[in-house]
């Protein structure tokens, strides 16, 4: 999937202060909830994607993507709004970085499908599809 690709190619390029940057959009995504200012929480949790994307070092993956997740960035305060949601958004956000961390290319696909999940399933509610 695209997010595989973004993250297998992150994982080769991004450095430590990459890594430290997408651990404090962590925090502000924790920070902003904790404080109920959702729209603020949301704009942390897309500014990490793009991040994320950024440390592909590919200017054009990096256009792709923009369009890409510029299409979904209204899910994403929707995905967060009960604290059940947000806890495993925060956890997968984490893995992530702790994927990063590893350079562990076979954890790829199972971190990816499980950061998915729950914006799926969050999509699936909202459209009434089993």
Same mark, same amino acid.
């Given at each position: 999937?695209? @997010?595989?690709?973004? +993250? ?7 450095? $430590?202060?990459?890594i430290d940057c997408l651990t404090d959009y962590i925090k502000q995504m924790r920070y902003y909830f904790s404080q109920g ?6 704009? /942390?949790?897309?500014? *990490?994607? =793009?991040? +994320? ?6 200017? *054009? +993956?990096?256009?792709?993507? $923009? %369009?890409?997740?510029? =299409? *979904?960035? %209204? ?9 059940? =949601? *947000? /806890?495993?958004? @925060?956890?997968?956000?984490? @893995?992530?970085?702790?994927? =990063?961390?590893?350079? @562990?290319? !076979? ?7 499980? !950061? ?8 699936? $509610? ?5």
């Open positions: 999937t695209l @997010d595989e690709d973004v +993250l297998v190619l992150a994982m080769r390029k991004c450095t $430590q202060a990459n200012e959702l729209s603020k929480a949301a704009k /942390a949790d897309y500014d *990490f994607h =793009l991040y +994320l994307a950024g440390c592909a070092h590919n200017a *054009f +993956l990096m256009r792709i993507i $923009q %369009g890409v997740y510029a =299409l *979904f960035e %209204g899910s994403i305060e929707k995905n967060i709004r009960t604290e059940e =949601l *947000f /806890a495993r958004a @925060d956890q997968h956000h984490q @893995d992530i970085v702790d994927c =990063l961390k590893s350079k @562990d290319e !076979s954890k790829v696909p199972a971190v990816v499908k499980r !950061s998915l999940s729950s914006w799926r399933e969050n999509v699936r $509610q909202k459209m009434n599809i089993d």
